[in-house]
């Protein structure tokens, strides 16, 4: 069983920038695919983005394509989430996710079985 903890969110105006971690536990994640995702106030968890267990390969959901950059660190078990250009609508908790079985697939951010307990971001206009 991994667990994850996200750290980094907060409170950012319009246009900032914030670092999203997630600190794997219990095992290495170093074998899976990781990805982040969202809930927004009323809405749906919906994919953000993923990447491959190398890191070679990486995937985002449309909206958040060019200001959104996931990456990770092996070495160090966390994944993070580098996110630009902040937009009131990018508020909403993040969590992270890691697919462990083979069910699914990364770049449509299915089969995701591990989830972190999310950090909340809040972005004012």
């Known amino acids: 069983q991994v667990q994850l903890v996200e750290s980094g969110g907060g409170l950012v105006q319009a246009g900032g920038s914030l670092r999203l971690s997630c600190a794997a536990s219990?095992?290495?994640?170093?074998?899976?695919?990781m990805g982040w995702f969202r809930q927004a106030p009323g809405k749906e968890r919906e994919f953000v983005a993923a990447?491959?267990?190398?890191?070679?390969?990486?995937f985002y959901v449309d909206s958040v394509k060019g200001r959104f950059t996931i990456s990770r660190d092996n070495t160090k078990n966390t994944v993070y989430l580098q996110i630009n250009s902040l937009e009131p609508e990018d508020t909403a908790v993040y969590y992270c996710?890691?697919?462990?079985?083979?069910?699914?697939?990364?770049?449509?951010?299915?089969?995701?079985?591990?989830w972190g307990q999310g950090t909340q971001v809040t972005v004012s206009s």
């Open positions: 990447i491959s267990f190398s890191g070679v390969r990486t």
């Open positions: 996710a890691a697919k462990i079985s083979g069910a699914g697939t990364l770049a449509g951010g299915t089969g995701f079985s591990s």
């Open positions: 219990g095992r290495t994640i170093s074998g899976y695919g």
